[in-house]
């Protein structure tokens, strides 16, 4: 790292975190006189006993609740404008979103539609849409429900075309929630399922973060901390979950989003055109992607790959050993390793080579990766 260039390094917003402390959301309102919630989630999660707690939690205390929960399982932008629509109905005070990286995403866009009215894809980070983000955002607040995006401590939001079903990404230090309630106990009930792909989403961003090119230090260290928190916890969140290997995972998967502002690679990108193309979920697209993506990044980064061996706490730490471990923690959660499994054919490969060239994820990468080598690594994992 060259220490004679000046950096910025920044940091999360604050995060209270513990078993039950979304019980204190009421009263942070209150002290906050906020009592006009607009709840953003999803269908699945708002029919959740804890949803309905928290609601009448609430209500209970003098708060007004409205809850806006039709959104696709990867958001698009009429999804956000449908949300706006029912701020300005109602007239609230503070956005909440509860629930994954879905939720929270169409929340964080919600939080820059309500004071920038033009067209949502003008504020595109990629094509430097960042700089119009100019305007006061409403009081927002996250409460995450899964363990894998970590979106609760970001400031991006990804959303996708309705027609094109390219993903956009929405991005200002003014999307950071005020306050991000973890909670554990909110994850306890998550299907083995969903909790194996979101997790290996978490471990895919601590990875990708440690070895990305860009330097910083700081998310290094964070990132190597969050791969041992799943190392040690995925499996038993899966199989046999209690509520240390819960909040294992809520606290790798915050620590994954912290350190992925140092940038992710090869493996996003791999996973982003599934999800655009196939609406394959987020977590299980990096999931099956990973360990033929860290097998490319391999040479060239040598010593980074011996220290994720040693975060990992494997036997032998070379770069191989961690693809092999890998592999093997894929077939303990149920991931395939094979993109046909997951409904990925030969006709596909074609165009996942375009669209994952043209991903925003894989300039970070430790090395280029080229159309071919994307393609050659649709083909290994095919
Ligand atoms: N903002 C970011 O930095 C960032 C980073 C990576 C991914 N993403 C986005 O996040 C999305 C994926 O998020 P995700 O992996 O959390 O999945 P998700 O939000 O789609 O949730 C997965 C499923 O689990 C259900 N669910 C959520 N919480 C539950 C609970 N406690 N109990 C039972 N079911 C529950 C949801 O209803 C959904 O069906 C994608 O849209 C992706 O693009 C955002
Ligand atoms: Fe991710």
Known sequence: MDHSIIRQFNFPAIIRYGANVVKELPSYLKQNHLDKALIVSDPVVSSLPFFKAIVSDLQSNGIAV???????????????????????ATQRNVMIGIGGGAALDVARAMVLRVNHREDLFKYDDLIGGDIYVTNEVPFFITIPTTSGTGSEVGRSAII???????????????LLAKIVFADPMLTMDLPAAVT???????????MEAFIAKNDHPICEGIALEGMRLIALSLEKAVHQPDLSARGNMLLASMMGAIAFQKGLGVVHSLAHPLSSLLDTHHGLANAVNLPYG???????????????????E???ETGDAVVKYLFELNTKVNIPHRLKEIGVGDEHIETLADLAFADFAHPNNPKPVSREDFKQLYLQAL
């Open 314 to 316: 494997l036997k032998e």
């Open 66 to 88: 409205e809850v806006f929960n039709d959104i696709h399982k990867n958001p698009v932008k009429s999804d956000v404008y449908k949300g706006v629509d029912l701020w300005d």
């Open 196 to 206: 194996a792909a979101t997790g290996m989403d978490a471990l895919t961003h601590n």
């Open 160 to 174: 996708a075309d309705d027609e094109t079903h390219q993903k956009k990404i929405l991005f200002s230090p003014k």
């Open 294 to 312: 860290m097998r490319f990044n391999i040479s060239g980064s040598e010593d980074k790959f011996r220290r994720m061996a040693r975060a990992l």
